[in-house]
């Protein structure tokens, strides 16, 4: 924005009559009635790096009794907040599995969106952010990123800090297994997973990946993250109303690793381990299946993936667990809700927002 001083002033008058002006607009207009139930809105759903034409990266929103909570916040994930209406501002809190590039690197959009509009109504509070070691890290470098730009903004209006703030206002903690998080509304608890398994020890040390269990007032949603097989998580999802769980089918993961050994000339124990990788710290069909089924799970929410083919990823799925699956896309929202007139009329408890009839399943 190239703008000279006079005319800054002249557009910060502008924005903030137009803001109050705003601000009286959303008094006049009736509020909608509080919401009670659970959302999971689904902004991103590829599996990633490379980003992808019609997925996002990996983020899902939990909507709790209208309350946004995020898990995961890979590149897109600022653009399709805009989508599904949700000010990045109003979440309130993020939830990283792990700091791969596509969980981690759409976090300094939305924390920048978060920060311009920190000014608005709807704020709820300063924003904080969960996740493994170097989530601090990780925090500070999007603020240092974050600040050139407004600084400039700042300069324009004519002050030195124009209301920047001199330290980082994003909170950032560090977890470790246990509960990690509770409020009124909700209780997350995290166990490591097996997603890092193959890494040398000395990096494992220091680098986490953890599967998340949110216990809401509606249900109980647990989020794989990225993970292998795992005793560990099959105990963290026991009796959770859903599992949203990466999933890859193992034919077209060990035809991608081979083609990629072949291009590069890897040796064969370079091959041996890429494979390892897809076997050992992802899940196919049967290691979601499998994980459901130890845990009585009551439905599994597909995503982190890239499907030719929907169908064939739920069929592929429901070979090894007998409950409702789902295919998640982008913008997709399913809903979790404990109203006992719907209960009582045989509607199942989880499905996609407004078409929960009896009995649901399959691709949505
Ligand atoms: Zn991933």
Redesign the pocket.
């Known amino acids: 924005m190239m703008i000279g001083r006079g005319r800054a002033l002249v557009t910060a008058a502008w924005w903030v009559a137009a803001a109050s002006q705003l601000a009286a607009a959303q008094r006049a207009t009736p509020q909608p009635p509080p919401r009670h139930d659970t959302e999971i809105l689904m902004l991103g759903t590829a599996?990633?790096p490379p980003l992808r034409a019609d997925r996002s990266e990996?983020a899902t929103l939990l909507i709790v009794d209208g309350r946004p909570y995020l898990v995961d916040c890979g590149i897109g994930t600022a653009r399709r907040l805009a989508q599904a209406g949700v000010p990045s501002q109003t979440i309130g809190a993020i939830f990283f599995t792990?700091l791969?590039a596509?969980?981690a690197l759409g976090l300094s959009a939305v924390l920048a969106d978060a920060f311009g509009n920190r000014d608005k109504q709807d704020a709820v509070r300063p924003l904080a952010i969960y996740g493994p070691p170097q989530t601090r890290a990780l925090v500070d470098a999007a603020w240092n990123y974050i600040r050139i730009p407004y600084a400039v903004h700042a300069a324009e209006q004519g002050t030195a800090s124009g209301g920047l703030p001199a330290r980082n206002p994003f909170a950032a903690h560090e977890i470790d297994s246990g509960i990690v998080y509770s409020d009124s509304l909700i209780r997350v608890l995290a166990v490591e997973n097996s997603h890092y398994r193959l890494m040398p020890a000395a990096a494992r040390a220091v680098m986490k990946s953890y599967s998340y269990r949110i216990e809401t007032p509606h249900g109980v949603v647990v989020f794989t993250g990225?993970t292998g097989p795992s005793d560990a998580v099959a105990r963290l999802a026991r009796g959770a109303d859903v599992l949203v769980a990466?999933v890859g089918d193992s034919a077209q993961s060990s035809r991608f690793a081979n083609r990629t050994a072949d291009q590069n000339h890897w040796s064969p124990e370079r091959r041996k381990q890429f494979l390892a990788h897809f076997t050992d710290e992802l899940l196919d069909f049967r290691g979601v299946g499998e994980i459901a089924s130890a845990a009585h799970v009551g439905a599994i929410l597909l995503y982190?993936m890239n499907p030719p083919d929907p169908a064939a990823y739920v069929a592929g799925v429901q070979a090894h667990f007998a409950g409702p699956v789902f295919a998640g896309a982008d913008l997709d929202r399913y809903c979790l809700t404990a109203s006992a007139v719907e209960r009582a009329s045989g509607a199942a408890k989880f499905g996609r927002c407004g078409q929960r009839e009896p009995s649901h399943s399959g691709v949505q």
Do not use: E, T
Request: proline letters at 10%.
């Open positions: 599996g990633g990996p792990h791969h596509d969980h990225d990466q982190h």
